[in-house]
């Protein structure tokens, strides 16, 4: 046990950053490389710059020569050296996937940290657009607007003057070709409000599982530590092992679970 403790030391993870190439940082099954290759044309950069670019030479130039033969009438300094490249690749850390809210039940449950959880609340009883948003369902905007003066004044029923009272009203109009009164509807715009909650406000969460209770037996023992160790021998990642939260599986985890068992 002792030996594998100490093995266990040499499979310490370094953070991401601090690889430089591509082949440190994808020995660590925690990290991505990220290729990021810049090019263009050493005429195009400034001195600075072109001091910086291996293939790039910054070097006075003649623009014109004089009437003696080689006389530099007019001239300056500018970068040559055709086109260059810069390797701007790094290493950074794998964003483990998380239980959002955009995931679907068959893709929260292909998550091991997540867990579909079916919810008792009807998103078409909800009202209100903060009710549906916070209970995750769709919120369906369907406002109509409606000017009174195009409704007409007989009848009743949606479509109507009457319908709309008191934001619509019937008054009497005097006009036409042949000067007579008659009804008619005012009272400006009215906006018809017929948004509707839908959907399902089921969700998908992280499982909470206790620290260190890596084999989920409800107890932390020798064997959780057994299989961190044999995480950290065969180089592979398990969040329910990541015991300090640092994204990485090595000793220092081993070590917490030793103190997690001494503590009980």
Known sequence: MIYILFFCLS??????????????CV????????EDIESGSCGNLSESDCQLAPECNWEYECFEYGWWYNWCYEG?????GG??????????EIEMPECSDS????????????EWVDSQVNCENLNTENNCNNYNCNWNEDIETINCSTLPTYGWGPGTCDYYYPDCYEYLDYGGSYGSWSTACGGGVVQIDESYCDGDA??????????????QDNIVNIQDIIIVINLILNGELDLTA????????NV???????NIILDN
Do not use: K
């Open 76 to 80: 300056g300094y500018v970068c040559n």
């Open 242 to 249: 990541d015991i300090n939260f640092d994204n990485t599986v």
């Open 252 to 258: 220092l985890d081993v070590i917490q679970l030793v």
């Open 83 to 92: 086109t260059y490249s810069y390797d701007n690749g790094y290493c950074q």
């Open 202 to 215: 089921s969700y998908c969460e992280e499982i909470i599982h206790e620290s260190g209770d890596i084999n």
């Open 11 to 24: 499979f310490i993870y370094s953070q991401c950053d601090e690889y430089i190439n591509q082949f440190e």
């Open 103 to 114: 995931l679907t039940e068959s893709s929260c449950n292909d998550l091991e940290q997540c």
């Open 27 to 34: 020995t660590n099954l925690t990290c991505d490389w990220v």
